[in-house]
Every structure is written in C-alpha cells, then in structure tokens.
C-alpha cells in the first residue's frame, strides 16, 4: 500500500495563543486537503500527544514548535521528540533563540529548519511542502526495503 495516499498530521507547538491560531489557520488553507493539523501550547501537551498518536499508529509527518516557552524550550522538547519519531519532520520557529539554540537542536533534535518570527507564509509554505515530500518518500522508500528483504527471506528459505 503506498503511503502517499493518506492524511498526514502536521503537530504546531506554541505557547501564545494568538501566533498557534495564526499558524493553524495558514496551514490549514495550505493543507487542509491533504493534512490535519493538530496544536499543543507546550512541550508537555505536545509530547503526551506524540505518544498518544504512537499507540494509535498514526504517523506525524511535520512539527513546528517555538523555542522560547516556559518549562521545556523548544530545542529540549524536538531532543525528546527526536527519541521517539527520529524521521519526523522538525521546524524550530522563534522570534528570540540565538544561534546556540538553532545548532542544539540540528545537532540533538534532528532539526530539519529553522524559521525566525514573524515568518513569511508563502516561504514558509513552500518549505513545508518540500519537507512533507523528503517525509513521505522516506516512508515509501523503507516500506520498499521492507517488502524487498520479506521477498529475498522467502526465496532463500524455499
């Protein structure tokens, strides 16, 4: 079955209401017919999802968090996240992180890109689409290798 089918879930973490509502919003008009997008306002909230998707098997293809929030920033929370869904899609978006956040989490949270408030939609969008493409045809490729190696252990066993 090929995964380029499905609605895919896009996870946006931020801990101010009015910029987590922006968000949504554009991504929804980007990317409603093809993902659901789900938000948390924290790193807590947002965790407790991932694990929640994990056991129901569903596939998060994309999370945007902010790195300034209280209690886990959001290079912390990508390092947990990074355990978990090594080959999730990860944007750090921040108005205030320096350099040193940026380069923990590429080096500790598989960061795929980093993007400074306000962001450019449009920018934005066409980032987003090239990493839910890179996303999904991962997926493909190791469902590929997957069938392949059951293919070649059932030819050497027969």
Not at 35 to 52: D, M, Q, R, Y
Not at 61 to 82: A, S, Y
Not at 112 to 117: A, M, S
């Amino acid at each position: 079955m090929s995964v380029n089918n499905r609605k895919g879930i896009i996870l946006c973490v931020d801990d101010e209401p009015g910029v987590l509502a922006t968000l949504k919003e554009q991504l929804l008009a980007d990317f409603i017919g093809t993902h659901e997008v789900i938000t948390a306002t924290s790193g807590e909230e947002a965790l407790a999802f991932v694990e929640a998707a994990r056991t129901e098997n569903e596939i998060i293809e994309l999370i945007i968090t902010d790195q300034m929030m209280p209690n886990m920033k959001g290079d912390e929370f990508l390092k947990r996240v990074h355990g978990i869904l090594p080959e999730t899609m990860k944007i750090l978006l921040t108005g205030h992180a320096g350099l040193d956040s940026a380069i923990k989490a590429i080096n500790e949270g598989g960061l795929n890109r980093y993007i400074e408030k306000p962001w450019n939609a449009e920018a934005m969008r066409d980032d987003i689409k090239g990493l839910i493409a890179k996303f999904r045809q991962n997926l493909e490729n190791q469902y590929l290798l997957n069938n392949l190696e059951a293919r070649i252990r059932e030819l050497t066993q027969a």
